[in-house]
């Protein structure tokens, strides 16, 4: 059975600050790995991660992955209230003609003024 | 494009009553996912359709739960008779086959008494 790691599960920063959001992974037929931001409603998505050691950057959130050791880190620096989400890793590991994800219980990111 | 559609954005019904959720997926994706999310489990897949067909619904929790597609542009998801541990937001997304981006809905936040 697939399964997705987030550590932590909570993290209380102040503004400024950066933060690391983890996300382990041990999957079958790995395809890719995805990070999404949940506020009040529904994910959006944020980054789609396949090869390793390529970091994808948007504003102040960048993610990398290592397909080798099997994690994916998501930072965010110069963090501001408006962060304040529960962050969602997924990873798609069911090979070719199938296409599910298996998320992660999230890290609550709180970030205070 | 108005995204991924949901109806009704609340419910609130009483235990042995039937409700259905219903989902317009976006236009153009043969894709479309079911999930619930609560605060124990997380987002967990439900069912997922391709070209209007089921194809995996080993994450529907028990009969009581069932889901159609009549066609590409309209799904529903029927949970008969509810009960009080079903309350959770369930989120119908969509993607289209080959990228693996899936957006959701706004979700309908369902509450049994």
């Known amino acids: 059975e697939d399964k997705v790691v987030q550590s932590p599960l909570s993290l209380v920063v102040h503004e400024g600050d950066t933060v690391t959001l983890n996300c382990s992974y041990e999957?079958?037929?790995?395809?890719?790995l995805l990070w999404y931001k949940q506020e009040k409603k529904a994910p959006t998505f944020l980054f789609m991660l396949t090869s390793s050691g390529i970091e994808k950057k948007s504003g102040r959130l960048s993610s990398i992955l290592d397909k080798k050791e099997l994690f994916s880190i998501l930072n965010i620096t110069a963090t501001q209230t408006g962060d304040s989400a529960v962050y969602l890793c997924?990873?798609?590991?069911?090979?070719?003609?199938?296409?599910?994800?298996?998320f992660g219980k999230g890290t609550k990111l709180s970030v205070i003024p | 494009d108005a995204g991924v559609i949901q109806s009704p954005r609340h419910e609130v019904t009483e235990m042995g009553q039937e409700v259905t959720l219903r989902c317009k997926p976006i236009s153009g994706h043969d894709y479309l996912f079911w999930y619930r999310q609560t605060m124990m489990r997380g987002l967990e897949l439900l069912i997922y359709f391709n070209n209007n067909v089921p194809i995996d619904d080993s994450g529907m929790p028990e009969d009581r739960f069932s889901a159609k597609m009549p066609n590409a542009s309209f799904s529903t998801l029927k949970i008969q008779p509810s009960e009080p541990r079903d309350s959770a937001v369930y989120f119908c997304?969509?993607?289209?086959?080959?990228?693996?981006?899936?957006?959701f809905g706004p979700g309908t936040r369902l509450l049994v008494l």
């Open positions: 997304a969509s993607r289209r086959g080959a990228q693996e981006t899936q957006y």
């Open positions: 997924a990873v798609d590991g069911t090979g070719a003609g199938s296409y599910q994800l298996t």
């Open positions: 999957v079958t037929n790995f395809r890719s």
